[in-house]
């Protein structure tokens, strides 16, 4: 019982189908170690124990009564960017240190009514804005791999939970490449989905043209589990796009299923020289091309493909990204919830002193950069030729796809650097190089394991696929997980038992 934390999400399934643990017994253990070990990493922000609790005996008393759901008694906690009713959603933000959420996101019901477990809400970047989790109003998070070292973010919390073994699976959303970044420094697997595919009703807003929520886990199987119940239409969100509802796991198992001994017999994966440009940290470069030769073993053909200078996709993203966020941060303005200034004079003072004391300097450095470009003056000249270069990143996107099944590329230039090193915006922002012009093409995409640096730091490789084919790309990582380990070695902190 005392590695219930490093089986996979199908052995946990498995295991309490055999009666081998109830869900509550399963539930204590993952609440043990949180409260054993969470003091050194910081991912809670709010832990919902003990109505995880009830929800495990209920789960375990409608096992005994025949229920059949998969996910039944399973736990797993969200990302602190979903509302969840009655309960403490804040964003990463001091903004919305008090604001407990009238009303569930879609993926939280509907996670809820796969008969999922939630532990609590976990740490993040403020309002999803940053690539280390520093940004928080609640503190930073600690690689569970080395806890000297940042988990990556803005899904910091997320990554860093499942990393440590504090739970299986945790949902995550990615602007910028918000799951596939933390998941790459944290050693796991995470993927962002098409654009529309999973709801975003009462997920906070970033940019909302570029949000998307997605899973994250130590496998692309566990991945694929709690996909599941995240997808499908959405009326309540206008951009949610009705399309074919794939099962994921059922999907995987028939691709290892029919897999011989060259799985990857016939696919084709594009390498862009884009992606594997100067910045790019040597053992990061050498770890992914390690990964790119095993995929040719396994009977993949690599084909050269080109795509927009990620230079040029990051200035478009750090363009669009503010100026939606501009936007969408005006509604907190501390009259109908969330944090007011003390005192305020009159409405002015009230609105002023609240955003600037509720907001972190990111935060407010973003809106002002946002601000900047939608007004009058500017607008033409950085929003509307903004957009227009987007046009033309997902154009070579779309000819690059004439090529090939999916690309590859590392998801960051470098493994997780040291907390506290303070780098300036500029330099944050060239670690999201390879991870934004995914959301600006509103293709999916994933991150998964595949190998440690020379000081013992998880290194990811990116596959990016067309649209609505997260099947495909999570059976490449799966196929790939078949036959390699990466995905199989534990933190620091997963290896210590409480
Ligand atoms: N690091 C990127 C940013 O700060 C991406 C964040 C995200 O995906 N939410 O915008």
């Known amino acids: 019982m005392s590695e219930l934390h490093l089986l996979s999400t199908q052995q946990l399934i498995t295991g309490l189908q055999d009666k081998k ?27 919902t124990s003990e109505t995880a609790r009830a929800q495990a005996q209920a789960a375990d008393e409608m096992r005994a009564q025949g229920d059949k759901r998969p996910l039944l008694g399973v736990p797993m906690a969200h990302k602190d960017i979903f509302c969840t009713q009655g309960v403490l959603t804040t964003c990463g933000s001091k903004m919305l240190h008090n604001f407990i959420s009238p009303y569930d996101a879609t993926i939280v019901t509907n996670i809820d009514k796969a008969g999922m477990i939630s532990l609590g809400k976990l740490n993040m970047d403020e309002f999803a804005m940053g690539s280390d989790n520093e940004s928080s109003h609640y503190g930073a998070v600690h690689n ?6 940042v988990p990556g973010g803005s899904s910091g919390g997320s990554a860093a939970a499942v990393a440590a073994g504090f739970v299986p699976v945790a949902t995550g959303s990615d602007t910028g490449g918000s799951i596939r970044q933390p998941a790459s420094f944290c050693g796991l697997t995470g993927i962002k989905p098409t654009y529309g595919r999973v709801s975003r009703f009462g997920m906070i807003a970033y940019a909302s043209s570029l949000d998307q929520a997605g ?64 910045g790019l940290d040597a053992e ?20 050269e493909v080109t795509i927009t200078d990620p230079e040029i996709t990051l200035a478009t993203y750090y363009m669009l990204a503010p100026a939606e966020a501009s936007s969408n941060l005006s509604r907190f303005d501390g009259v109908r919830f969330g944090y007011r200034c003390e005192n305020p004079t009159d409405l002015l003072d009230l609105y002023t002193r609240s955003r600037s004391e509720g907001f972190g300097p990111e935060v407010q450095r973003r809106i002002l950069t946002g601000t ?26 779309e000819d690059a796809f004439a090529n090939c099944d999916v690309i590859a590329s590392p998801t960051a ?86």
């Not at 994921?248 to 994966?269: C, H, M, T, W």
């Not at 939608?374 to 957009?387: I, R």
Request: charged share 20%; net charge negative.
């Open 413 to 498: 230039p470098t493994a997780a650097y040291k907390l506290g090193e303070d780098l300036d915006s500029a330099t944050l922002y060239l670690g999201d190089v390879y991870t934004i012009g995914v959301n600006l093409a509103g293709l999916p995409a994933l991150s998964q394991p595949v190998g440690l640096t020379s000081n013992g730091l998880p290194i990811g490789l990116q596959l990016i696929g067309q649209y609505w084919q997260e099947s495909k790309l999570l059976s490449t990582a799966h196929l790939f997980q078949q036959h390699t380990d990466h995905h199989l070695q534990h933190s620091t902190i997963a290896k210590e038992t409480v």
């Open 372 to 397: 900047y470009a939608l007004s009058a003056g500017y607008f033409d000249a950085y929003y509307t030729k903004a957009q227009k270069v987007r046009r033309l990143i997902v154009k070579d996107f």
């Open 21 to 47: 643990f109830s869900s509550l017994e399963l539930t204590e253990h993952y609440i043990k170690r949180i409260d054993a070990l969470d003091s050194k990493i910081n991912s809670f922000i709010t832990h």
């Open 144 to 149: 569970p791999w080395n806890l000297a070292h």
């Open 284 to 303: 990061v470069e050498q770890a992914a091309r390690a990964a790119l030769k095993k995929y040719e073993e396994l009977g993949a053909t690599i084909v």
């Open 215 to 278: 899973s994250m886990g130590r496998s692309a199987m566990d991945c694929a589990y709690l996909l599941q119940p995240m997808i499908g239409h959405d009326t309540r969100d206008a951009t949610s796009i009705k399309h074919d509802m794939p099962n994921y796991v059922q999907d995987l198992n028939e691709a290892a299923a029919s897999a011989g001994d060259k799985p990857f017999a016939g696919l084709r994966i594009g390498v862009a020289k884009e992606y594997f440009s100067k």
